[in-house]
């Protein structure tokens, strides 16, 4: 029995759902993990004396760490299987949170949130990868609505412990949460994360047939006594899967899209506690922006898990990217009435991580599995390259003179380009299957014609 084809059809089982929990609460880590530095930087700038341009290359260490950790450690996944990957990304994230704690300098700082940046860089391409492949074709988009929540809702919590943990002890505190949380999850994934069955099949590594079965029997399926035939076979078919024919154009336009919409994304989430915090005067205001940020992130995740069911996955992630361009401006516009600045931090996360959201949801299906870690890992690797220059670049903006409202407008212009991007990647699919691997239209696209219909 082909138990691609049962997940793809058959109604969602219990552990399909667990696995699904799982890389939901990854997701979580990966928020925490990369915003703590934001929730930190309000009481570190007092503690350290630090400039707003060592700021900013704090804020941009994880990122830089990350990008790298996508590019160059999430194609493994193609080789090794996601599984081992993400049991020693976790390894490497739970050492590097652990040294942070440990930092007494800025380049000490630096470098080890840049090593904890690798482990998420892996981990997190190769998640969005798992929830799609156990996911149901009826399903999937709100699946992966449902696991975007993780990132914002990881931020959210992870954010309003560390201000509790700052406020009684110290900023190295949030660092030591994060290392317990992430130690803990490490064991739960070496005991109860499944390898990803498209690996197993397309690499077949030792024990193949006897992972197949055991994911097959904790299905409920039944065991076969051979691996079903790989969808693909050729030396070259991931460059192919990713730059050949009309793959050429959907790349460009998915990674410049992703890259634009995340690079204002973490300017968002790092530099607004700051900021609300610097016009404030009041740390601890600083830390509820940016958790009110992430709230407003989960809420986005949701509403694009429920359009999704309606609409197609692109245009929903148009519609969000386009929000964010209103609710960037109207947040530059009452920066400095704090209760409004409030209210509209949770619009800017509604959109900003709704548009992230989608991009994880229409990115695996857009490649054939082959190729799909790699090009989803490049996506987010080539996207979080360009993220690293916004913290950066706005520490260097604001100490040469300009307004935390000519920088949020700025970072709306960004979000225009984000969404024409994506637009012109839905356009390519006119006329075209929705599938990479077959020249037949895939469910999901007869799915959503239906519902359109």
């Known amino acids: 029995m082909d138990v691609r084809e049962a997940i793809r ?3 969602m089982r219990r552990y399909q759902i667990s696995t699904i929990a799982i890389c939901l609460i990854l997701s979580m880590i990966d928020g925490f993990e990369i915003l703590v530095m934001a929730f930190v930087a309000p009481h ?8 707003s341009v060592e700021i900013g290359y704090l804020l941009s260490a994880g990122i830089i760490g990350t990008a790298l950790g996508a590019i160059f450690i999430s194609p493994l996944a193609d080789k090794i299987g996601r599984r081992r990957l993400a049991i020693w990304c976790l390894v490497g994230i739970t050492v590097g949170m652990a040294l942070s704690a440990c930092a007494v300098n800025v380049p000490q700082l630096l470098a080890f949130r840049a090593f904890a940046g690798l482990g998420i860089g892996g981990l997190v391409a190769n998640l969005n990868v798992l929830v799609s492949e156990f996911s149901s ?3 999937r988009g709100t699946a ?3 696991y975007g929540v993780g990132y914002p809702l990881g931020g959210a919590v992870g954010g309003a412990i560390s201000g509790v943990l700052i406020s009684v002890f110290d900023w190295r505190s949030a660092f030591i949460f994060g290392t317990i949380i992430t130690a803990i999850m490490l064991v739960v994934v070496i005991k109860t994360l499944p390898e990803s069955i498209e690996f197993l099949i397309e690499k077949r590594p030792a024990g193949a047939l006897e992972r197949y079965n055991e994911i097959a029997d904790r299905l409920g399926y039944e065991q076969s006594s051979e691996l079903p035939v790989p969808v693909r076979k050729a030396e070259r078919v991931v460059r192919d899967g990713l730059f050949k024919g009309i793959m050429l154009r959907r790349t460009i336009f998915l990674w410049l899209g992703y890259s634009c919409l995340i690079a204002s994304f973490y300017f968002a989430n790092t530099w607004t506690p700051k900021l609300l915090s610097d016009a404030t005067g009041d740390s601890n205001m600083g830390v509820t922006a940016g958790v009110l940020v992430n709230i407003g992130g989960v809420i986005g995740s949701i509403i694009f898990a429920g359009l999704s069911i309606v609409l197609r996955p692109r245009v929903v992630t148009v519609l969000l990217m386009f929000g964010g361009v209103f609710a960037f ?6 920066f400095h009435i704090v209760a409004l600045a409030l209210t ?7 959109f900003a991580n709704g548009g992230i959201t989608g991009f994880y949801a229409i990115s695996p299906p857009i490649y054939p599995a082959a190729a799909r870690g790699t090009g989803v890992g490049w996506m987010i690797g080539c996207g979080r390259t360009v993220s690293i220059i916004a913290p950066i670049l706005t520490g260097y903006l604001l100490d040469g003179g300009w307004t935390p409202k000519s920088v949020y407008m700025m970072f709306g212009g960004v979000l225009v380009v984000a969404g024409i991007a994506t637009l012109l990647l839905d356009a390519t699919y006119r006329g075209r299957s929705e599938n990479p691997e077959t020249p037949e239209a895939s469910r ?5 014609i239906a519902v359109r219909a």
């Open 444 to 448: 999901e696209e007869d799915l959503a």
């Open 329 to 334: 401006i109207g947040y530059a516009s009452g």
């Open 137 to 139: 074709d009826k399903r």
């Open 9 to 11: 059809t058959q109604p």
């Open 44 to 51: 570190l700038g007092k503690s350290w004396d630090i400039s």
């Open 144 to 146: 992966l609505g449902i």
């Open 344 to 350: 509209l931090a949770v619009l800017v996360g509604i």
